[in-house]
């Protein structure tokens, strides 16, 4: 039986007999098989690379065909600008706040605060003295 195999390898037919005996191949037959698959390989990657130059040519004639643009500007430019503004509108709301905070007139009398301290202190002072009396009483009255 004779199989013949044509495959399509760089443009042109390859036409390959093969006698086959029953269901192995000659060491022949195996080798031009591994050409093939070779040769396919090395195909695609042909056909891959003329696809990427194709489009790579369109995209030139569309380019050269289209209005004059730059394809790096920077979209947020303008964006930039308002960005600033707001940083500097919150700038200004931070000055204000200070400035009130730092006008603000304390909501207590420092010197009456004080005298409330020393008063405390009073007290403080006479409450030891009158315990110190009344143990110093029972330590007395317990002598006796």
Same mark, same amino acid.
């Given at each position: ?8 390898? @760089?443009g042109f037919y390859i036409c390959l007999s093969l006698s086959c005996n029953g269901s192995h191949l000659t060491s022949a037959a195996i080798k031009h098989h591994c050409k093939l698959s070779l040769a396919q390989k090395?195909?695609?990657?042909? *056909? ?10 369109? +995209?030139?004639?569309? %380019?050269?065909?289209?209005?004059? *643009?730059? &394809?790096?500007? +920077?979209? &947020?430019?303008?964006? *930039?600008?308002? /960005? +600033? /503004?707001?940083?500097?509108? %919150? ?5 204000? @706040? ?6 603000? /007139?304390?909501?207590?009398?420092? /010197?009456? !605060? ?12 006479? @409450?030891? !003295?009158?315990? %110190? ?6 330590? !007395? *009255? !317990?002598?006796?």
């Open positions: 039986e004779i199989v013949t195999i044509k495959c399509l390898q @760089l090395d195909q695609k990657r042909i *056909s891959q690379i003329e696809r990427d130059n194709e489009r790579l040519m369109e +995209n030139l004639a569309a %380019i050269q065909r289209g209005p004059a *643009s730059v &394809d790096c500007w +920077n979209i &947020d430019f303008q964006r *930039s600008n308002k /960005k +600033n /503004k707001k940083i500097m509108a %919150i700038t200004v709301e931070n000055q204000a @706040l200070l400035k009130r905070i730092t006008d603000c /007139k304390p909501t207590y009398d420092r /010197k009456k !605060f004080e005298i409330e301290w020393q008063a405390c202190k009073y007290l403080q002072g006479v @409450l030891r !003295f009158l315990l %110190i009396q009344e143990t110093l009483g029972h330590f !007395f *009255s !317990f002598l006796e």
